[in-house]
């Protein structure tokens, strides 16, 4: 697993009801925090960990991702004619000239585990990220998952984002039970889907990004429905821990979670604060 980590899966066939109407048509992952879709901040984080394909695991209904990242030639030429080269540059930079987009599509929702199985044939037997889009982390130096890339090359192994959350809300995520290693590492023992939280192993999380070897297409062929009768990726990563080292990592950074209202109106806050023409304005609103 020291590989370079080149190719990178984004799981986006879900149906974003907690944002109807607006997802009747939008997809989830384009809905904008300031300026750019929520789908730009993953793609861009992709990158910077030095992503050259990206994978999209999409359904039949979502064209919108794929407009968005293909070329605009009209749209490119009438801003050129016009001479508007700034927003001709901000159209352009969506994607970077050597990076490829691969579509693939999962025909049902039957879970995070069946959408990552679904890029198998285009990922093939090496190092992979995946990075649910929903989850926009916002780091100080190097992006998320360009941390994770760079552990897991060193370690040779496979690495979860995990943070703490309040003991009440294990029943939304994988939940680890890790022995640390390292001051932001850990090495993990145990992952569970979406205990209750009497039954939570820890409070540590797991959130939307990890790196992960190829092997886990073949654990997760054999993983059988778990948590709400879909296949999970938590159970595959568990099967994954018993043939080899995974590591649980805190990010540097702050996660909101944009699959929920209040994360996409915090999310916003937090970046209009970080604008120094939007600042004023959510001064007062933002603090807390
Ligand atoms: C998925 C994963 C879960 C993880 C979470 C992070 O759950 O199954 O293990 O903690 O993402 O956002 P979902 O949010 O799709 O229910």
Known sequence: MSRHLHKVVFPVA?????????????????????????????VDEAVEAGADTLVFVTNRYKHAIADY????????????????????????????????????????????????????????????????PDDLIRTPHAGALKQ???LAAVRGCGVVAVEEVPRAQTHKYGIVDAEPISE????????????????????LAIVGRYVLPGRVFELLRTTAPGSGGEIQLTDAIEALLHEREVLAYRFEGTRF????????VRATLALAREDPELAPLVGAAASG
């Open 184 to 203: 932001r590492a850990a090495r993990l023992r145990y992952v569970v889907e979406k205990p209750r939280p009497e039954e939570a192993p820890s409070n």
């Open 69 to 132: 990242f293909d070329a605009a030639y009209e749209l490119e030429q009438k801003l050129a004619e016009a001479g508007k080269t700034d927003l001709l540059e901000i159209v352009r930079s969506v994607l970077p000239a050597h990076v490829r987009c691969v579509f693939v599509t999962q025909p049902e929702a039957r879970g995070l585990g069946h959408a990552v199985m679904c890029a198998a044939p285009v990922i093939g037997d090496e190092p992979f990220g995946v990075i649910l």
């Open 14 to 42: 879900g149906l974003g009801t907690r944002f109807l109407p607006a997802t009747k048509v939008v997809a989830k992952e384009m809905l904008p925090v300031l300026d750019r879709p929520l789908i730009q901040y993953a």
């Open 257 to 264: 979670d944009c699959g929920t209202k209040a994360g996409l």
């Open 148 to 150: 994770m890339a760079e």
